[in-house]
Structures are given as structure tokens and as C-alpha cells.
T-cell receptor
Framework: EPEVTQTPSHQVTQMGQEVILRCVPI?????FYWYRQILGQKVEFLVS????????KSEIFDDQFSVERPDGSNFTLKIRSTKLEDSAMYFC???????????FGDGTRLSIL | AQKITQTQPGMFVQEKEAVTLDCTYD???????LFWYKQPSSGEMIFLIY??????QNATEGRYSLNFQKARKSANLVISASQLGDSAMYFC??????????FGSGTKLNVKP
């Protein structure tokens, strides 16, 4: 069964550095998402992406965040200047549309030192 | 305003018994979708069941069923014949008319042998 894949599984970065989290959504999916989950807390929506543009974003998704789908297969989340509070699990998800659920990747654990 | 409310931070159930996990939601949209996801200790997000706002019958998927009461805006998950492997966090989620997803704070289910 096709899967959403995320790399790396764990990223350790110094505060203030840029980080890029990578995702390969399922190939026939049209909607793409990023979420974050701070340890022990709920899953928080960051951004949704459709037709090569952001369709919705949350208040968390400020100017230090950006997303790209550079080549038709990868879907990346960039954090420009990381802060300690960016430490979390970041999930990528994709779906075809309509009634279909999102399929999640296994997440990237981001640790900011 | 909180869109999804899960009032049970933790639940215990005896193996082989049924358990209901509560979820209420808040929306003025006519068209929306409700989802349940399971998150084991390993961290991945596993889709369990979906209910569309226009679906007249409650969704069922194997041992999972969704008790959908539209007037009360509730979408409780019922797990029948609990198994030890059901021990996990369970998240209720809603997709609104703008294709944005909201997650509840989760319920940690412990199945006792």
C-alpha cells in the first residue's frame, strides 16, 4: 500500500539555524498538509497546500515557515530561523480529496538545541 | 473557539470489553467530515474511521464504529471487544468546509488484561 514518507526521522539543529523537513506524499494525492505535535500535546494544523499554493494556514504558520512542492513529488516545510519552541514532531499528510481521509507520514522529530 | 473537544484525557477498559471515546465538535458549516485517528506509543498516526456530515448511517470499520449524533454535534468512537494492542492515544478530527483540519486534545486509552 502506498505511504507518505518523511525524512529525516530525527533532526537535531542549533537554535537560529534553518531546517528543511521533507515529505513525499502519495503519488495521486492532491491535498498536502503539515502538522506539528509538541511532546504530549495535541496535533496542531500548520498549513494545507493544493494546486501549488497554500490554501489554509494557522496562526502558528508565521513568516519563519514556508512550504514548497519543488518537483511534483516532494513537499517540504522550511523553518527559517529555528527557536527552542519549534521542537516537536512534524507530520506530513496527504489525501485525494472529497471524503477521503488524510494519510500521515511517520513524522520527523525536530530537536532544537 | 475550540473546534473539537475530547473531555476524557485518559480511559481504562478491560480487555474484551467495549469502550466509548467521546468527541464533540463545533462548526456552522453544512458540509464537514469527522475522523478518528490512533497514535500508538511509536508515534505514527493511523486512520481509523470517517463520518461525513451528510451520512445518515453511522460509520463502521471492523471493531470501530462511530456514534454520530448530528444535533448534539457529537461523534463518539466505540471500540468493541478491546484488545491489548488498542492501548494508544486516540484523536478526533474534523475537516471543515475550507478543507482545514482540527484535532482534539486526544484520549489516552489503556486496555487492561
Amino acid at each position: 500500500e502506498p505511504e507518505v514518507t518523511q525524512t529525516p526521522s530525527h533532526q537535531v539543529t542549533q537554535m537560529g539555524q534553518e531546517v528543511i523537513l521533507r515529505c513525499v506524499p502519495i503519488s495521486n494525492h492532491l491535498y498536502f498538509y503539515w502538522y506539528r505535535q509538541i511532546l504530549g500535546q495535541k496535533v496542531e494544523f500548520l498549513v494545507s497546500f493544493y494546486n501549488n499554493e497554500i490554501s489554509e494556514k494557522s496562526e502558528i504558520f508565521d513568516d519563519q515557515f514556508s512550504v514548497e512542492r519543488p518537483d511534483g513529488s516532494n513537499f517540504t516545510l522550511k523553518i527559517r530561523s529555528t527557536k527552542l519552541e519549534d521542537s516537536a514532531m512534524y507530520f506530513c499528510a496527504s489525501r485525494t480529496g472529497g471524503r477521503q481521509p488524510q494519510h500521515f507520514g511517520d513524522g520527523t522529530r525536530l530537536s532544537i538545541l | 473557539a475550540q473546534k473539537i473537544t475530547q473531555t476524557q484525557p485518559g480511559m481504562f477498559v478491560q480487555e474484551k470489553e467495549a469502550v466509548t471515546l467521546d468527541c464533540t465538535y463545533d462548526t456552522s458549516d453544512q458540509s464537514y467530515g469527522l475522523f478518528w485517528y490512533k497514535q500508538p506509543s511509536s508515534g505514527e498516526m493511523i486512520f481509523l474511521i470517517y463520518q461525513g456530515s451528510y451520512d445518515e448511517q453511522n460509520a463502521t470499520e471492523g471493531r470501530y464504529s462511530l456514534n454520530f449524533q448530528k444535533a448534539r454535534k457529537s461523534a463518539n468512537l466505540v471500540i468493541s471487544a478491546s484488545q491489548l494492542g488498542d492501548s494508544a492515544m486516540y484523536f478526533c478530527a474534523m475537516r471543515d468546509d475550507f478543507n482545514k483540519f482540527y484535532f482534539g486534545s486526544g484520549t489516552k486509552l489503556n486496555v487492561k488484561p
